[in-house]
T-cell receptor, first 112, second 114 residues
Framework: DQQVKQNSPSLSVQEGRISILNCDYT??????FLWYKKYPAEGPTFLIS?????DKNEDGRFTVFLNKSAKHLSLHIVPSQPGDSAVYFC???????????FGTGTRLKVLA | ETGVTQSPTHLIKTRGQQVTLRCSSQ?????VSWYQQALGQGPQFIFQ???????GRGNFPPRFSGLQFPNYSSELNVNALELDDSALYLC?????????????FGNGTRLTVT
């Protein structure tokens, strides 16, 4: 049972435009969510997080939105840059546990 | 600030053998987690160590075991290797005991079992 789903395996966006990456989850107990970026031959790099008490968190070009009623979160990258081309993973955890459940990833390609 | 380092970067083993993977956590972090990432999948939680004790375990058999040392470095041991154990093994460190704390990953060890 996939508790965290990234239904788009890939996404292509023109440089300078907005990239929107989506993530759905099924476990209503999840209260902390993260986004990671992964380049080939490197480990995932932490981008941004959001707690379930918020519905938005911003850090520079990256904004994460959380819709608890829809069990949906999204990562917006504005403006997109070629260096943003990577695989993006969302992850979630329950309170009092120490494991993160990851989605299967979305490969973003930013076209110059 | 020293990041998470893992060794070796690549490893080839034969089915039935045993393997040990090593991880040094980021300075200031005392919690280490191990994840397995199969091709085309997201990382899957194996277990976590905090203050040298196993602090949580995912859905992996007992032949996956680990250790954490007083300097917070860690080892992942896998016995009786199977072909399906071929994957990228990721170590991540975080601030001790705080559940809402991002994981900081190393670059992983690519294990191939033939």
């Amino acid at each position: 049972d996939q508790q965290v789903k990234q239904n788009s395996p890939s996404l292509s966006v023109q440089e300078g435009r907005i990239s929107i990456l989506n993530c759905d989850y099924t476990n209503s107990m999840f209260d902390y969510f993260l986004w990671y970026k992964k380049y080939p031959a490197e480990g995932p790099t932490f981008l941004i997080s959001i707690s379930s008490i918020k519905d938005k968190n911003e850090d520079g070009r990256f904004t994460v939105f959380l819709n608890k009623s829809a069990k949906h979160l999204s990562l917006h990258i504005v403006p997109s840059q070629p260096g943003d081309s990577a695989v993006y993973f969302c992850a979630a955890s329950e309170p009092g546990t120490y494991k993160y459940i990851f989605g299967t990833g979305t490969r973003l390609k930013v076209l110059a | 600030e020293t990041g998470v380092t893992q060794s070796p970067t690549h490893l080839i083993k034969t089915r039935g053998q045993q393997v040990t993977l090593r991880c040094s956590s980021q300075s200031g972090h005392n919690t280490v987690s191990w994840y397995q990432q199969a091709l085309g999948q997201g990382p899957q939680f194996i277990f976590q160590y905090y203050r040298e004790e196993e602090n949580g375990r995912g859905n992996f058999p007992p032949r996956f075991s680990g250790l954490q040392f007083p300097n917070y470095s860690s080892e992942l041991n896998v016995n009786a290797l199977e072909l399906d154990d071929s994957a990228l093994y990721l170590c991540a460190s975080s601030s001790g005991g705080q559940q809402s704390s991002p994981l900081h990953f190393g670059n992983g060890t690519r294990l191939t079992v033939t």
